[in-house]
């Protein structure tokens, strides 16, 4: 007979938005207990860069990342995480990327007060790795932090169990939720709250309220090069024009019509491909490069050199490196809504799911999970 066990909260899923919920429920002295379907977790959260981005967010969200920045930066401290308060550098080599800089600096002063405009010659100061050549200035921003992904997705664990008594069941699937009864593949556990953040499975628990919400998947290409050699410091993470198309906070800039509209025209496959290319390091020296963006249920495992090799010559233009020899490819899947910054649904009473968080797990679940816990 399978042991019957009693806590107070239930996390399903180990991923990031799992994580976050497990430590904001830990914290406050309730009794958890953590599953995940494998071991360790490998669904988008290991598969990420590891940036904490608040440069990318506004208003609320922008309130919502800075809060997780900090509880990142405790939970790396006390757990022994590498995290680099890296800052981040938009690189402008165009006058419309410039343009958008400077409007995105001047609109909202008081929201993005870390921000600044770098000329080119206070860039090459504080980076190795920019292209200087035709460079007009850059975005720096100081809030960009960056983590190990693969250390932090499979460390917090550990270090949940041994801080806060977080009870952790990997390798175990949960089928069926039924409070206060939870079934799980490892036998019946009995909770007052379940957190299900199940990732991109939305077929195992509530398949049908996933499916009336809209909830969607991306993949997106990415690679890690070889260390880089003679302990190489990359500094800040680089992004260029491509990624101003990307986030939130440059959405609201009216210069960024200008800037579409060039990049639709010279650019064509990397708007069809949804490219942008960010460049972050890892302790060990390794650069992790991407992505592409391809929206849907059910995609081809397999991927594409020739998005790769956008990437690579994309970046090419922004960034000059001492290798770019690739080690790694691989792809990561994460859910999303269009037009949502996350779901949040109480399918049942005590249950509640969180999921969608898109491209901006890692940026914002912890302070997500302060809010709902907060509620
Ligand atoms: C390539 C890539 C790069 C990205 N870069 C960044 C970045 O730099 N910064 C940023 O902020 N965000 C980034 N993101 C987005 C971020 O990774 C996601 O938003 C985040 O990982 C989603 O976390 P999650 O916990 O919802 O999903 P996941 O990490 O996929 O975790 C869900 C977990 O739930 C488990 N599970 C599901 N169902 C069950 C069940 N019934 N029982 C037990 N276990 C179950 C799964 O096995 C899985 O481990 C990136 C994403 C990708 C793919």
Same mark, same amino acid.
């Given at each position: ?55 990318? +967010?506004? $208003? ?6 800075? +809060?997780?920045? &900090? ?13 680099? *308060?890296?800052?981040?550098?938009? %690189? ?10 400077? *409007?995105? #600096? ?15 010659? &206070? ?20 809030? &960009? ?23 952790? #069941? ?16 490892? $036998? ?8 299900? #953040? ?19 998947? #991306? +993949? ?35 210069? %960024? ?6 990049? &639709? ?39 594409? *050199? *020739? ?7 994309? %970046? ?47 940026? %914002? ?11």
């Amino acid at each position: 007979m399978p042991v019957s066990q009693h806590v107070d909260v239930v996390v399903v899923g180990a991923g990031i938005v799992g994580l976050a919920h497990a430590y904001a429920a830990a914290r406050r002295g309730y009794k958890v207990a953590l599953f995940e379907r494998t071991n360790p977790a490998v669904g988008a959260s290991i598969r990420n860069f590891g940036q904490i981005w608040p440069v990318g +967010k506004y $208003g609320p969200l922008l309130q919502r990342s800075l +809060k997780s920045r &900090e509880i990142w930066l405790d939970v790396s401290g006390s757990a022994g995480l590498y995290c680099l *308060e890296s800052g981040s550098l938009h %690189l402008a080599y165009h006058d419309d990327e410039m343009a958008v800089l400077e *409007e995105f #600096c001047a609109r909202f002063p008081e929201s993005h007060e870390n921000c600044q405009i770098l000329s080119s010659t &206070e860039v090459a100061e504080k980076s190795q790795a920019v292209n200087m050549d035709g460079l007009k200035g850059a975005l720096w921003s100081r809030t &960009e932090l960056n983590v190990d992904p693969r250390q932090a997705i499979r460390e917090i664990p550990a270090w949940l169990e041994r801080t806060y008594g977080v009870q952790l #069941c990997f390798g175990t699937l949960v089928t069926d939720i039924a409070l206060p009864h939870v079934q799980t593949t490892a $036998g019946q556990w009995q909770a007052e709250r379940v957190f299900v #953040c199940s990732g991109a499975d939305f077929e195992t628990l509530y398949p049908q309220e996933y499916a009336a919400s809209g909830i969607q998947r #991306c +993949k997106l290409q990415m690679m890690r090069t070889v260390p880089q050699p003679d302990h190489w410091r990359l500094g800040p993470n680089l992004c260029s024009g491509l990624t101003m198309l990307r986030y939130d906070s440059f959405a609201q800039c009216e210069s %960024l019509a200008a800037l579409r509209q060039r990049i &639709e025209s010279e650019m064509p496959f990397y708007v069809q491909h949804d490219i942008h290319v960010l460049l972050s390091q890892t302790a060990l020296g390794e650069l992790t490069i991407g992505d592409h963006h391809e929206y849907g249920m059910t995609f081809d495992p397999f991927d594409r *050199e *020739e998005i790769n090799h956008a990437i690579l010559r994309y %970046l090419n233009t922004f960034a000059h490196l001492p290798t770019v020899d690739i080690a790694e490819r691989w792809h990561g899947i994460y859910a999303l809504i269009k037009g949502k910054t996350e779901l949040i649904l109480h399918p049942a009473p005590g249950v509640t799911i969180v999921n969608a968080l898109s491209g901006a797990g890692m940026t %914002l679940s912890f302070g997500l999970a302060e809010e709902l816990f907060s509620a």
